[in-house]
Each structure stands twice: as C-alpha cells, then as structure tokens.
C-alpha cells in the first residue's frame, strides 16, 4: 500500500511568527478572474502548474454553496498536495502570508482576491476544531496569538491524531472557533474533513497542559483581532444564515457573502499584470 502523505498544511503551526504583522490588504481592489488567468502570475512558482490547475477546474465543475466554479476550483487548488519534492501551493502562500515583506504578496493578490472571495462567502463553523505541531509550542502561547497562515484544522481529533502521530514531542491545539470555514465540498481530500481558519485569526490562550508523556495541549478561544489583520474581499452587505453544527455544538451564527464583481481586462507581459478596471465609483476611475 502507497504511503500516504500526511499534508503539512496541518502541522505547521509552529510557522507562524512571533510578531504582530501589517494587515493583509490591497488584494481587494483586484478584479475577479478565472483562475487560469489568477495563476499566471505565480505560475513559475508552482511545478506542473497548468496540470494541477485543470485538475482543480475538473473536479469543481458543479460547485457547493453557491460558490462559482472558479471560487470553488482556487480552494480545491489550495488543498492539493504536490508531488514530492516540490512545494505544494499552500506552503508557498502560507511563506508569503506569514512574512513581515507584505510586498511579496503582490503576485498573489488575483489568487488571493478569488480564494478568499470564495471562502468569505462559505459558512461559518462555530464548535471545536483541531491542530497539531511536531515539537513543543506551550513556550510561545501565553496570553494571545495570531495566525496569519490560511491554517487547516479537523473537526475531530482522531483524524488530526493520525497526522501527528503517537510518537515523540507533539503538541495538539483544541481550538473554540467561530469563524471556520468548512471546505469538504471544494478539497481534493474531502475525507479530512477538512475546516480553515482565516489568515488573521486571532486567539485568546485558554489554558495548556501535559496529558502524557511527550504530548502537549494548548486550548485557544478565537476572538475579534484587536485591529483589523486582513481586509474582506469585497463589500458587499452579507445575508446572514444559521446553521446547527454537528453533535454538543448548539449555537452558530453564519455569514454568508455574496460577492460583486467588477469588469475587468488582464493581460500579462512576462511576471508583471497590467490591470484595466472599470469600476462603478467614480472616485476610483
């Protein structure tokens, strides 16, 4: 049997930087496009990248949740996990988000503006989630922490333990979320269930221990970030929907976002993006 590649996207928590980072912004006032052409500026970034991109438009032809086939197929691509040894899209993105050069962020702003268009108009999951870290992170979380990855977490700690492991210095986050992002129906792994927190999510530290040897538990409440880390992609007002998540979860309140989109032209001219926007504010011609 095939060895299965545990996805780091999981496990990298321990990524994250130890310093309060500029707010992601400046993606917003992009344009939606396909995500053929939202790739092209990253494209000599990502081995095979026109195969792994029609791979994600295949199988996100007849989307989930209102989402167009676009919005869904940038998740998907997201959680696709690239052949060893080269670095999967996710490892790329979550390196940019987390530096402090939020310059180097700029040939991802057309990705960005339709995966978290895509996202923003998910439902939220309110309930417990779960992360895991090879190591001991309990010295780094004391009062509060931001991630500024896209971090994946589980719904169940089972599946999360099989990713971990039973083996060696470990540390498993149990995680009270109000704003998770359920993206089964739009991952290439649906089988793990997979729920993402925003880039910016902020967390209060409840309490850490030791369960047993070698394993360690750091409980976080996600709470409102104490200044606005990452700008939404669009502002359109937001019908709001409720939703009851599975077993003890009583209480959820879900948003979701319908998008606007404005018309636009892209052409690219070797790595630079030559944009031309029409847009109905004419404070923005």
Known sequence: MARRIVPDRFLDAGEEPDQALTPIEGYEKLPLVSLIDAIQPIKSLLHNADS?????????RKPADNLTPDESAAIHLYTMQWPEPYPSLYSILNQKLRSK???TLIPWFLFLKLFFTGLYKLPSFNGTIWRGVLGNLTGQYDEDHIWWGASSCTETMPIMETFIGSNGVRT???????????IKAHSYFKEENEILLMPGSY???VG??????DLYMIH?????????TIVRPFDAPAPSIRIQSPEKHTNSAETQEISSHNTASTKYQGNFVVFSFIFQNPLMR
Request: aromatic share 10%.
């Open 52 to 60: 792994m991109t029609e791979t994600a438009r295949r199988n996100s």
């Open 101 to 103: 050069h939020r310059e």
């Open 172 to 182: 498993l986050f149990t995680i009270e979320c109000t704003n998770g992002k359920v």
């Open 203 to 205: 967390f209060q530290v």
């Open 208 to 213: 850490k221990w030791k369960p047993a040897t």
């Open 220 to 228: 976080l409440r996600e709470k409102t970030p104490p200044y606005q």
